[in-house]
């Protein structure tokens, strides 16, 4: 069998959504037995091998990918069926298209439309319920975000077509670099785009309120609306961290602080629990359920919550031992390979 996999939109970093499709798309390419077809935007991405075969799309932009390059392409590739990892599948498809997959990764821009750009609102508003409709099977990475597409989007038969495919760690197997200068083991650790959706105003706040309190370090690159923390004592705004960079981050902090407002799956969590890391999630979205026991939950809205649980993590040694062990037990539960193959499994039947 030959299947293909629409990677157009992966020229973007490596953060959120294109860490998701990459990852799974690599494990998957690497799976005994199927041929596959790769579709790139200008030039193959770097990490995806010769035994790929590649197709490369002359445009960049993501609107002339999907209404005028993929649905010529696609009916042409000889495949058994189309991954769409990143974003919905073309809302056009031409006769002998091959049944496509269609992996959505949250429903931010329908539940949370403010903090969300207008562009990927009307994006996603527009092509997300014409794939859904001819879509042979949906992929979700929690079961959270299956109930959120289900409620947004209530089709015929769609029910019976989301699967979920719980994702895996970010991959840091490479040497970890030196902590950054001037920062000490002991740190309380945020990562993510700075954005109002991951709550750090509200955390930074909590952060002042805590009793002998270690920095606040966060470590994202700025969102889309140009969103900015203030400068507060004791916090610490890194930016965009190379990989080395983040693994030494998680070896070395004592929390992971993660009170998000919304995750449709939550990557950074499960970094953290690979690393032992206890962690302080919001109760919202799938968190609570990538965290199972792993993790104190918190209500995110509440500034005093946020404080009492950051509070109790610092003071509690054995809660956090406890978390710790727990979180190296829950990770085992994510891991790229299992993706790969419950997503190969759905392909195989598309």
Known sequence: MRFGVDLTACWRPRVGMVTAA??????LFATPGPAFTAFF???????????????????RHEVLNKLSWLPVVEPQAGLDAILYPYWPSPPVRRRGAPPAVVFVH?????????DVPWQQRLYLGSLLPRSLASAAAVLTASEATRRDLLACYPLPDLAER????????????????????????????AVGTIEA????????????????????VIAG????????????PG?????????????????????????????????????????????????????????????????PTSVEEIAAGLQRLLDDKTLRQRLATAARRRARDFTWERAAALTLRVLTDA
């Open 197 to 216: 959706r991951k709550n750090y105003s509200r955390l930074v706040e909590a952060h002042a309120r805590l009793h002998d309190a270690p920095p606040l």
């Open 22 to 27: 990459m990852e799974l798309s690599v494990r």
């Open 235 to 299: 916090v610490r705004q890194l930016g965009h961290v190379s990989d080395a960079t983040l693994r030494v981050l998680y070896e070395h902090a004592s929390v992971l602080a993660f009170p998000s407002l919304y995750e449709g799956f939550g990557i950074p969590l499960v970094d953290a629990m690979t690393h032992g890391l206890p962690a302080l999630i919001g109760n919202r979205g799938a968190l609570p359920e990538v965290a199972g026991d792993a993790a104190l939950v918190v209500d």
């Open 106 to 114: 949250d429903l931010a821009f329908r539940l949370r439309p403010d």
């Open 162 to 189: 989301v699967s979920v495919v719980p994702l895996g760690p970010t991959s840091l197997d490479l040497p970890a670099a030196d902590l950054p200068a001037g920062l000490a083991p002991g740190f309380l650790l």
């Open 221 to 232: 690159r700025p969102g889309w609306n140009g969103f900015r923390l203030p400068e507060r």
């Open 41 to 59: 935007s200008r030039e193959r991405l770097p990490g995806i091998g010769r035994e790929v075969e590649a197709v490369l799309s002359p445009h």
